[in-house]
Protein backbone atom coordinates (compact mmCIF):
# COMPACT_ATOMS: atom_id res chain seq x y z
CA UNK A 1 0.00 0.00 0.00
CA UNK A 2 1.43 2.99 -1.51
CA UNK A 3 1.56 5.84 1.82
CA UNK A 4 2.80 9.27 2.02
CA UNK A 5 1.97 11.03 5.56
CA UNK A 6 2.63 14.57 6.70
CA UNK A 7 3.60 15.78 10.21
CA UNK A 8 5.35 18.64 12.31
CA UNK A 9 2.31 21.36 10.95
CA UNK A 10 1.05 23.47 14.58
CA UNK A 11 -0.18 26.63 15.74
CA UNK A 12 3.01 28.93 15.77
CA UNK A 13 3.30 32.83 16.05
CA UNK A 14 4.24 35.18 12.77
CA UNK A 15 8.50 35.01 12.37
CA UNK A 16 8.23 31.48 13.37
CA UNK A 17 9.56 27.78 12.31
CA UNK A 18 8.37 24.60 12.01
CA UNK A 19 9.60 21.64 10.27
CA UNK A 20 7.28 19.63 8.13
CA UNK A 21 7.60 15.80 7.66
CA UNK A 22 6.73 13.28 4.97
CA UNK A 23 7.08 9.57 5.21
CA UNK A 24 6.99 7.74 2.00
CA UNK A 25 6.07 3.72 2.39
CA UNK A 26 5.13 1.57 -0.68
CA UNK A 27 7.14 2.71 -4.03
CA UNK A 28 10.40 3.36 -4.80
CA UNK A 29 10.95 6.80 -2.87
CA UNK A 30 14.13 7.25 -4.54
CA UNK A 31 12.25 7.06 -8.46
CA UNK A 32 10.22 10.21 -7.23
CA UNK A 33 10.36 13.70 -7.22
CA UNK A 34 8.26 15.00 -4.04
CA UNK A 35 6.43 18.17 -3.64
CA UNK A 36 4.58 20.48 -1.33
CA UNK A 37 1.44 21.80 -1.98
CA UNK A 38 -0.71 24.10 0.14
CA UNK A 39 -4.12 25.10 0.43
CA UNK A 40 -6.07 27.86 2.48
CA UNK A 41 -9.56 28.17 3.33
CA UNK A 42 -11.14 29.50 0.35
CA UNK A 43 -8.33 29.30 -2.29
CA UNK A 44 -7.43 26.77 -4.46
CA UNK A 45 -4.29 24.46 -3.72
CA UNK A 46 -1.24 25.70 -4.97
CA UNK A 47 2.73 24.72 -5.31
CA UNK A 48 5.38 25.18 -2.20
CA UNK A 49 7.80 24.00 -3.06
CA UNK A 50 9.61 20.75 -5.39
CA UNK A 51 12.66 18.10 -5.29
CA UNK A 52 13.96 15.68 -7.46
CA UNK A 53 14.61 12.10 -6.59
CA UNK A 54 18.28 12.26 -5.72
CA UNK A 55 17.96 15.99 -3.97
CA UNK A 56 20.12 17.38 -6.96
CA UNK A 57 17.27 20.32 -8.29
CA UNK A 58 14.95 21.86 -6.18
CA UNK A 59 11.77 24.69 -7.01
CA UNK A 60 10.06 27.20 -4.85
CA UNK A 61 6.93 29.40 -5.09
CA UNK A 62 8.20 33.31 -5.79
CA UNK A 63 6.29 33.81 -2.23
CA UNK A 64 7.84 31.08 0.18
CA UNK A 65 11.85 31.69 -1.73
CA UNK A 66 14.03 32.24 1.02
CA UNK A 67 12.05 31.63 3.82
CA UNK A 68 11.46 27.94 3.18
CA UNK A 69 14.25 24.85 2.28
CA UNK A 70 12.70 21.88 1.21
CA UNK A 71 14.71 18.20 1.62
CA UNK A 72 15.01 15.07 1.49
CA UNK A 73 16.66 12.31 3.41
CA UNK A 74 16.46 9.02 0.84
CA UNK A 75 17.67 6.42 3.42
CA UNK A 76 14.20 7.32 5.72
CA UNK A 77 12.39 7.66 2.39
CA UNK A 78 11.37 11.16 4.18
CA UNK A 79 11.62 14.61 2.76
CA UNK A 80 11.16 17.66 4.97
CA UNK A 81 10.11 21.20 4.39
CA UNK A 82 11.53 23.51 6.59
CA UNK A 83 9.52 27.03 7.14
CA UNK A 84 10.78 30.00 8.64
CA UNK A 85 10.05 33.12 9.19
CA UNK A 86 6.37 32.15 8.80
CA UNK A 87 3.48 34.74 7.75
CA UNK A 88 -0.22 35.00 8.43
CA UNK A 89 -0.47 34.62 4.50
CA UNK A 90 1.34 30.71 5.16
CA UNK A 91 -1.44 29.57 7.17
CA UNK A 92 -2.99 26.58 4.97
CA UNK A 93 -3.22 22.75 5.28
CA UNK A 94 0.29 21.65 3.44
CA UNK A 95 0.26 18.37 1.52
CA UNK A 96 3.04 16.33 0.32
CA UNK A 97 3.27 14.33 -3.08
CA UNK A 98 5.52 12.50 -5.49
CA UNK A 99 5.80 12.38 -9.26
CA UNK A 100 8.14 11.12 -11.76
CA UNK A 101 8.54 14.10 -13.72
CA UNK A 102 9.73 17.66 -12.60
CA UNK A 103 9.42 19.33 -16.21
CA UNK A 104 6.36 21.29 -14.71
CA UNK A 105 6.43 21.07 -10.89
CA UNK A 106 3.91 22.85 -10.07
CA UNK A 107 1.45 20.77 -12.37
CA UNK A 108 -0.59 18.50 -9.91
CA UNK A 109 -2.17 16.56 -12.61
CA UNK A 110 1.22 14.94 -12.56
CA UNK A 111 1.64 13.70 -9.38
CA UNK A 112 0.61 9.86 -8.87
CA UNK A 113 0.60 10.23 -4.82
CA UNK A 114 -0.52 12.27 -1.93
CA UNK A 115 -0.98 12.59 1.51
CA UNK A 116 -3.54 13.58 3.92
CA UNK A 117 -2.20 16.98 5.04
CA UNK A 118 -0.99 18.71 8.01
CA UNK A 119 -2.11 21.91 9.59
CA UNK A 120 -0.05 24.86 9.35
CA UNK A 121 -1.68 27.66 11.90
CA UNK A 122 0.56 31.45 11.73
CA UNK A 123 -1.34 33.71 14.12
CA UNK A 124 -0.16 37.19 15.01
Known amino acids: EVQLVESGGDLVQGGGSLRLSCAASGFTFDDYAIGWFRQAPGKEREGVSC????????YYADSVKGRFTISRDNAKNTAYLQVNSLKLEDTAVYYC?????????????????WGQGTQVTVSS
Open 97 to 113: AATRYTGNWRMQAWYEY
Open 51 to 58: ISGRGGRT
